[in-house]
């Protein structure tokens, strides 16, 4: 038995099988790549499902990480710490909005925005108790607590988990009429991601987004944009929004935001719209914690010089080009993103999406497949060109091109 093996087979006996990893076992990376157990060198192209924006152990990153791990990493809120204000701050400046709310992985930050709506609902809107509803797009991907799943299209993300939690409207992604027709006078927001990134990274069609801002505007509804995979530089723009010029009322923000370090999340809105909250109604340990806030100010500050937004634009430019060229040959149906994201549907004659991540991690490059038939491609951004070019030979080479 390989070290490779062992280690998977010891992984399987002793954790709960709710993934179903390629067989790599990494040990060390750095900046693009990853090194497996057994020193083989692999091109990551997920980067952590948009986690590892700025590349795995980023100096800045860890420079900051590390600086702050030798003054104070944890007071719980329970007390005030010197990075706190710096952080929503900046956060807020970044987001073209006032408040910040942070917490610690995306879900629970879009927990966070679920309650934050419902009591903006109740406390501004005047949505009679118990009413508040929420529109939601069909396949979307909004993270995996109870209330979540709820509104999920997905079998897989839902089977055997309920009951479910009430107060959401499902509506078809990108369908202007039924987004019109689902808003009531108890709607209190509707939550979208302007990209679907775990669906197959599915654009809305042009025009979409804008609408969606008119008529929440107009029928005094919070547009919640969960930009936690779209945002933070992966499209080619600090938010995947700013394409279609559209600013929500509240950002779901997470992934890159912890630079590939800690888990950082939050949710960014006006000071109205997250002045309704008194202490003791939301809160945890985590959240906001001295080293999530030191190393997100960083993150912040790398955003803040947009050369991570244009690398993504230049090379995504290049990467879309590439994978039109690829659609040509026939060998893929569809490709769709912006930026350095796309997703890539595989010609069925040529594997599922699984099978052709399983021939690129044989070949050295590591991505991830999504709905069957789709291959995903995320790559940090601060990956270079050559190796982006390299990894795309290694793709061609395993569809035969
Ligand atoms: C758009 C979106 N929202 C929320 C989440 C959930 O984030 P987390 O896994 O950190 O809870 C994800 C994760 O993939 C996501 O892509």
Known sequence: MTTTEALIAAADAHSAHTYDPLPVVVATADGAWMTDVEGRRYLDLLAGYSALNFGHRNRRLIEAAKAQLERVTLTSRAFHHDRFAAFCGELAELCGMESVLPMNTGAEAVETAVKTARKWGYRVKGVPAERAKIVVAGNNFHGRTTTIISFSTDPEARADFGPYTPGFEIVPYGDLTAMRGALTENTVAVLLEPIQGEAGVLVPPAGYLPAVRELTR????????????????????????????????????????????????????????????????????????????????????????????????????????????????????????????????????????????????????????????????????????EDLDWGLAQLRGVLGV
């Open 218 to 385: 107009e029928r005094n509804v919070l547009f919640v944009a969960d930009e936690i995979q779209s945002g933070l530089g992966r499209t080619g723009r600090t938010f995947a929004c700013e394409h279609e010029g559209v600013v929500p009322d509240m950002y779901v923000l997470g992934k890159a935001l912890g630079g590939g370090i800690v888990p950082v999340s939050a949710v960014v809105s006006s000071a109205e719209v997250l002045g309704v909250f008194r202490p003791g109604e939301h809160g945890s340990t985590f959240g906001g914690n001295p080293l999530a806030c030191a190393v997100a100010l960083e993150v912040i500050a790398m955003l803040r010089s947009g050369e991570y937004q244009a690398r993504s634009a230049e090379l995504g430019g290049h990467l879309h080009r590439e994978l039109g060229a690829l659609a040509d040959t026939g060998r893929v149906t569809a490709v769709r993103g912006r930026g350095l994201w796309a997703g890539v549907d595989i010609a069925p004659a040529y594997g599922t999406g699984r099978e052709v991540s399983e021939k690129l991690m044989d070949r050295g490059v590591l991505a991830k497949d999504t709905y069957g038939a789709t291959l995903r491609i995320a790559p940090p951004l601060v990956i270079s060109k």
